[in-house]
């Protein structure tokens, strides 16, 4: 009977400590296997065009089942964002993927795409309708999945991640938002910062506190694709404007936003990573830690550890250039990854 008994603690232990190899072999290299990454994309759509290329993006890994869409958090003051959001889902035919906003701020219009891409285009919701708080969207979508299910994914300044961070046990969960996340979410992989140090927009503006929570304390692995990642990817010229028919909303959103004259791909970068993270566009850096100071500035400490990483250069931006084109106007080849 004993021998049984110390058979039985000898296995727990054994599958207990490749349990946890296991645990931090995947920190940075989460999604082996075949299946969705369900994520959720926190996003700033109204000042840069990056977020709109970087929901066509999304559009196109759900259409191929590579990413499941959760939700979309509108971190935005503009009172189009969350209907041009609305549009472009209706518009990949996923009229009811749910979209949070941040909950009594004032709204005022400052895009150039978002006005003209909710009008233009079928929408759900009217300007400015009432749509669910963002911190209980998030707080609803992580209680729905599976523990260490979820990546999320942000693309601007983190105010409705630190309302998350910061949210009490309530009616929909008794856990509070840092518990959650720290059940839930497998990673964050997030567009913001300069590395090895600077001064980056969603970071310091328009919410530096936000980022000094957040980053503070995130307890899970989260990786940084920081400002000079994106700048050198030129994206949504020529090769957009010629692949897509004239009536669609991101061909739409690069007219209005430069007529076609290519923008950088800051926050499609933190996409891409999200869904291929053992894919080889970048390596990263993981031996330190970033911190923030009170007006957004950031730099990364070396030998201090703190599930933190950032991208490094490794593919020719050429070539990232074109994955990304490719995904935003809908073709998707797996054997680049
Ligand atoms: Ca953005």
New binding site residues.
Partial sequence: MHKIIYLILFVSLVLGGYSLYCKSMSVFSSDESNREVVLILD??IDS?V??VGTLAMLHTLADEKIVKILGIVVTSDDVYAAQCVDAINHFYSRPDIPIGVEKDIELRHHSKYTKEISEEFDSDLGVGQKLEDATRLYRRLLTEQKDGAVVVVT??HLTNLKNLLESKPDDISPLSGLELVERKVKLWSCMGGRFPEGKEANFYRPDPQSTVVCVENWSGPVVFAGWEIGNDIITGGEYLKSSLPIHHPVRRGYQLYNDFQGRQSW?QAALLYAVFPTSPYWSIEDKGLCLVAADGSNRWEKGLMRNHGYLIPRMPVDKISQKLDELMVGVYKADDN
């Fill in positions: 996003t700033d840069d990056d977020d693309v601007g926050d």
